[in-house]
């Protein structure tokens, strides 16, 4: 791990700062793990993936979705490809506009809150520092597999956006590209966005929209999303902290989804 990664590194409750540090098992693996001795925090790096919260801890809305993800993510690209098209919306088009709202400048530390399967990493440009959060395993493990073929030097870690793994003003850009609209708390995760972005970041979210829902929930696997009773689905406008700037809410691609972008003030 480099120095300049382990300088931002957090635990996600506490905020306390963390070290590296290697352990021998019996069985003669070595392990390693993020710690705070003072804290008696201790979280392991499974498959050179931090891992900030188990199965064990996750509760509510994010319990149940992760469990979704986990279950399709061998096919989840696919699937985003196959409820595209059906809507009339190219993925690589979206996808591409959407990075492009971004603004990423050379050298600029990215962060993606729920970085998924990856399906952004070849649109981001080459010389960003990229960091990517995910709370689903099995999406981390389909991106983590993809990265050999990528030119871009790519982070991962396991955690909630409830509760970012980072430290104050660590981030030039901070996005959220779908997912929101299933998460337990929206208002604390866009609190966090905020918190870890530096002075004059801009942050940008991203999701489908209540039409989206109605046109997918009985189309097989896709349904697993929306099949079932939970919130109205609307852009989180009101949970943007006051004093933020730039902001601006619209809908796109004739109402299929939602886009909210702002900055933090310098």
Known sequence: MLAETLAILR???????????????????IRQFLTNLRH???????????????????TGLNRKFRGIYDGWAPFYDLLSRV??????????RLRREFVE?????????????????????????????????????GMLNVCRKKLPKLDLPVKLFLGQAEHLPFSDQAFDVVYQMGGINFFSDQGKAIREMVRVAKNGAKIVIMDETEKVARALERVPGISAWFNHAQRPIIPPLALIPEGMEQVESSELYNGLAWRLSFRKPL
């Open 40 to 58: 008696g925090l201790k979280f392991p790096i499974r498959d050179g993936i931090p891992i900030f919260i188990e199965a064990h801890e996750i």
């Open 83 to 92: 409820g595209l098209y059906i809507l009339g919306v190219s993925e690589k």
């Open 101 to 137: 709202t971004l603004e990423i400048k050379p050298g600029d530390r990215v962060l993606a809150t729920s970085v998924g399967t990856g399906a952004d990493l070849p649109l981001i440009p080459a010389d960003a520092d990229y960091y990517g959060l995910d709370l689903s395993t």
């Open 11 to 29: 635990s996600p409750l506490e905020r306390a700062p963390l070290e590296l540090t290697t352990e021998v098992a019996p069985a003669g693996e």
